[in-house]
């Protein structure tokens, strides 16, 4: 966008956001003129069960009946979705099993146990530079930790950090309500995020400066960087392998913070995995099911299958930069979430208990029962001598997935029980660990650790029977009365309103109970539902900025080539994917996503999409203004009903029709005040769709 144009943009901006946040924040009362019209049923089925409608969706649906397009959706398998597995293809870490993410993309503990020579170097050349750069990362910064102690003034910009998970304000007094979040340092070798290099350097001591400028000269000396991407793909890649160690090293600290697409282009998938893993492993992963997450919500045909899928996710949320999670959230998406997304609660329950993504969050494949033979030191064997705990690992008795089961899974913070009940569920999960976590082991119920005894769990008793005690409690939990209503209310939530009608839930919750905890059942009644369709629901939630994002990217017909800036984005707007650290996950109420700042965000990437200057995104909004007839002068104002119709397909209300329309006339006006008499300013497509992209309609689902 030029210059001028820009500033123009961001005039109307300002204006835009003092009419948007209050219309965002009031309650939508207004009727549209046509409420029972067939166009507003398949647009408000789109927006609900979808990401948001695509061009000529809402005459698709319409053409095979709302209803019809309604039980398709609630049957994915029915679906075919195949042109966006192949988009999905270049991902692979999205297919592989954990313990192939595990060896391929290692963490920082398995690269130490390499480097002490607890376990060999891999034998693939690919993987053993992966290896060997995390290594001589990891060598460096103990050789700077060295330094610093013995020279206190040294950099210490190696050094970790950790942040923890604070429960207290939803929990006061509760104890063990911790979860170590191990957010490591931008440095750490695990961690796909990187510094500055500016910042890098004003810490860098003239020591490091100078062994930065001998590890360039050095590379420089193997094979002229600047040459490296002209290089055929195959060739440039067995060259990169080739380098001695220290080029390696150097190589990969060009690449960071997403510098050097040039040495990418052309790469196999698993080339490119390998150049990405020099700067952390890990975040190859988590960078790429973020990726994947929004293609799936952007072009996926099953889209109320991804829109539980993000639902139900969120409801057993873990966050992806704890520990290992970021090795077995792939799985815990892929393998436990989705297929059950609309199947049975309590199969679904079970499977985020037993999930190592779950263990691993919320500690349980720690915690230890106080009387269990691990905490007492009995030994394996009767005639062995006693082995009591080391230290190596926690003993003790952990209530962050028993405190989490109950508030957040299943009863809800107002679900009638107490400390005590907290207690008892964490010791009747006692040994539901994880078989070698950081090699992507699976469940694993361990005897040693449980607590032995009955259990007293909501006034009921449970026998001792090992892991069938928590498949019991899970059994319990998923058909109570109180889960009903919590999970009923959530849905109604995310579906009707940020406060639905209390007798709407009600009906949920009894077709829970009856239905056995059946999804596509009770959804089926909430689609049917009279509340649902009411006009006070019609455009009355506010998208989170992954409903945002997705929906505008739809809305446009954008070709996506490269997620990765959307991911970006989304971290700007407070919502990274798989990011959310508490376990209350990211929530679906408008009070969250509306201020004045969130919105300037929004307002921001909506100018920018439209303008086509996100980075790997290609959008044309100008093809919806091609409906003008080429006889026809064209003008901002009919630009602006042309766009709204190619966009919103038409439901934009008057109130924000004038308010653009006087916006992009004052512009226009002190444009032409400053050209000549005769010069024709042609209207600007990009600003006007960017305008009705933050507009209050859009912003609503």
């Avoid at 104002?637 to 209300?653: C, F, K, M, P, Y």
Wanted: a neutral charge; aromatic letters at 6%; proline letters at 8%.
């Amino acid at each position: 966008m030029p210059v001028g144009r820009t500033k123009v943009a961001v005039v109307l901006l300002s204006v835009s956001l003092a009419c948007i946040v209050p219309s965002l924040l009031a309650k939508k009362n207004e009727k549209p003129a046509s409420s029972a019209s067939d166009q507003r049923r398949a647009l408000h089925a789109l927006n609900r069960l979808s990401f948001g409608p695509r061009p000529g969706d809402a005459q698709r649906v319409m053409a095979i009946g709302v209803d019809k397009w309604i039980d398709l959706q609630l049957h994915p398998e029915k679906i075919d979705d195949s042109a966006l597995e192949a988009r999905l293809e270049p991902f692979r870490t999205t297919r592989m099993s954990t313990t192939e993410v595990a060896q391929d993309f290692p963490d920082g503990q398995e690269i130490n146990q390499v480097m002490n020579g607890k376990k060999p170097m891999p034998s693939d050349a690919a993987l053993r530079m992966v290896y060997q750069v995390q290594i001589d990362r990891q060598q460096e910064k103990k050789e700077r930790l060295e330094a610093a102690k013995n020279h206190p003034g040294a950099s210490t910009m190696a050094s970790d950090t950790h942040a923890t998970v604070d429960h207290s304000t939803r929990s006061p007094g509760s104890p063990n309500n911790e979860i170590a979040a191990d957010a490591s340092a931008k440095t750490s070798p695990d961690n796909g995020d990187a510094v500055a290099p500016s910042a890098l350097a004003a810490k860098m001591t003239p020591e490091e400066k100078e062994e930065a400028r001998r590890r360039e000269e050095e590379l420089y000396a193997d094979l002229d960087v600047q040459q490296l991407p002209s290089i055929p793909p195959d060739q440039r890649f067995k060259k990169i392998l080739s380098l001695s160690p220290t080029a390696q090293l150097a190589l990969a600290d060009t690449l960071r913070g997403g510098k050097g697409q040039a040495f990418l282009e052309g790469l196999l998938p698993r080339q490119k995995e390998t150049l990405l893993a020099l700067n952390g492993p890990a975040g190859v992963v988590t960078g790429e099911l973020a990726q994947a997450k929004l293609l799936r919500a952007i072009y996926s045909e099953r889209q109320l299958q991804e829109v539980m899928t993000d639902f139900w996710f969120n409801h057993f949320n873990i966050f992806a930069d704890k520990g290992v999670d970021r090795l077995l959230i792939t799985s815990y998406e892929r393998d436990v979430i989705r297929p059950r997304a609309l199947g049975k609660f309590e199969d679904l329950l079970i499977a985020t208990a037993k999930s190592p993504a779950m263990l691993f969050y919320l500690d349980n494949w720690l915690s230890v029962g106080p009387n269990s033979p691990q905490a007492l030191g009995i030994p394996v064997h009767p005639s062995g001598p006693p082995r009591p705990n080391k230290g190596k690992r926690p003993s003790g008795l952990n209530e962050n997935y028993g405190r989490e089961l109950l508030e957040l899974h299943t009863l809800s913070v107002n679900g009638g029980y107490s400390q005590h009940d907290v207690t008892e569920v964490a010791k009747v999960f006692t040994g539901w660990t994880i078989e070698k976590p950081n090699e992507g082991g699976g469940f694993k119920f361990e005897p040693r650790m449980h607590e032995p005894g009955p259990k007293f769990v909501l006034d009921h008793r449970i026998k001792p029977k090992g892991e069938g005690e928590g498949l019991e409690l899970l059994h319990r939990l998923a058909a109570s009365p109180q889960t009903a209503h919590f999970v009923s209310l959530k849905l109604a939530e995310r579906f009707v309103s940020d406060d639905p009608p209390p007798a709407l839930v009600d009906r949920l919750a009894k077709t829970f109970l009856k239905k056995k905890g059946d999804i596509r059942e009770v959804l089926t009644v909430l689609f049917q539902s009279p509340e649902f369709w009411a006009d006070s629901t019609y455009r009355a939630k506010v998208k989170t900025p992954l409903e945002f994002v997705a929906s505008a990217l739809r809305a446009t017909g954008a070709e996506v080539d490269d997620a990765l800036p959307l991911t970006r984005q989304l971290n700007g707007m407070g919502m990274p994917l798989y990011g959310a650290q508490p376990p209350t996950g990211y929530s679906m109420k408008a009070e969250t996503w509306v201020s004045s700042s969130a919105l300037l965000n929004r307002m921001n990437f909506a100018l920018t999409l439209s303008s086509g200057k996100i980075k790997g995104v290609k959008v044309d909004v100008a093809q919806f203004a091609a409906s003008t007839p080429s006889n026809t002068p064209l003008d901002s104002i009919r630009t602006l009903s042309t766009l709204e119709l190619g966009l919103l397909d038409g439901d934009v209300s008057k109130q924000t029709h004038d308010s653009i329309a006087s916006q992009i006339g004052a512009a226009a006006g002190s444009s032409a005040a400053r050209k000549p008499v005769d010069a024709v300013r042609p209207p600007d497509v990009s600003t006007i769709a960017g305008l009705l992209l933050g507009s209050p309609e859009f912003q609503r689902r």
